[in-house]
């Protein structure tokens, strides 16, 4: 039986499903138009769990979608928040070079910001890299003006709201688990019954492979979940830092390295690192799912991508056990934090897309088929450019769909 029938079904309702759903409510308000999530609220998987920094576009290579997307993002998401009275702080952000070494890559870093637009960047030497950040070690940093620190929690929710301003479902506590399609519709089995939708787009996150080979899509990428942990600085020592503070990453590897994040609710958080999880949705060390675990293991890109990266995996694995090592990672940064200055551990889980070669894809991945759209990969700086994402996938939908018709 039929209990509701649509013109789109997002799945997912994170911070990209939801901002589409918005963007697309606006622009087609004669569809109708619903978000399915499977937890009882929004924001509950990686929006709800990342670093909340507004990323000003510095790392990405020009011309990839992640700097397109960025370019424009954090300036449409602050005019989004001044409209919907959502607080955020443009406290900056230090990228440091710890030692000589490090400076060709942070020379590099500053050509791909400025190329990028990123507005504001300029290399500090040590006098100034001390006035922004008194406690931070280095020989020579970038400093970012305008990237800053916000809550997607509160975000996510404001876009939620708007969606229902505009006409548009969200079903939470709704979980989508098989589909068919019969003539030019798609059925979606879920908990609360089957619901019709003329077209779908899959922002499923962490499931997002998963939600496309329900419809028959082979994408040749599979999600590998990578835990990323990090450690609240106590409040008595949160002054060790006064905004971000971030190293020169490895360039081959799209994970930014350890840092300490100012957080809205003025606590300080120093992490993440990135450690293989056994579970999608696991946020703890000892959280396991035999099934996403055998997902992965019976992949042969995981096995071609742990042939390449073994030692850094082994590396991560090793500063998630030994607290200590963790610690010197933050003292190349800060060296006055201890190990006593860190309590509280937290994590989130990045979905990380890896292709049948054994590669870590970096940028985003979108791709079309009949009747539907599968966000296959959205990677930071996925947060901060949730706004234009929306408009890229509604455009998409609208050529795809024939949605103006
Ligand atoms: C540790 C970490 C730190 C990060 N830091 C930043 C940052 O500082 N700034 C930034 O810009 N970006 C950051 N990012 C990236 C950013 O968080 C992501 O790009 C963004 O949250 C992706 O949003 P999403 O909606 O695609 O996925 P998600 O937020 O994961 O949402 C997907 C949703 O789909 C739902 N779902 C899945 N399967 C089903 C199903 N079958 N039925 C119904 N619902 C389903 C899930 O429950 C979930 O709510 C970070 C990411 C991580 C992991």
Known sequence: MVDKSYDIAIIGGGIIGLATAMELSESYPDKK???LEKESGVAKHQTGHNSGVIHAGIYYAPGSQKANFCSTGGKLLREFCDKHGIEYDMCGKLIVASDENEIPGLEELYRRGTENGAEGLRIVEKDEMHEIEPHVAGVKAIFSPNTGIIDYQKVSIAYAAELSENGGDLLTNCELRSISKKDDDIYMETNLGTIKTTFLINCAGLQADKVAKLMGVETGIRIVPFRG??????????????????????????????????????????GPNAVFALAREGYKKTSFNIKDTLGTLSFLGFWRMSAKYWKVGVNEQYRSLVKGVFVKSLQKLVPDVTSKDLAEPGAGVRAQAINKKGELLQDFSIVETDNAIHVLSAPSPGATSSLTISKYLADMANKSFSLAK
């Open 33 to 35: 138009i619903v978000v």
């Open 229 to 270: 942990e990090y450690f609240s600085i106590i409040p008595e020592r949160s002054d060790l830092v006064n905004g971000l503070i971030y190293p020169v990453p490895n360039p081959n590897l799209p994970f930014l390295g350890v840092h300490f994040t100012k957080r809205m609710n003025g606590s300080v958080e120093a």
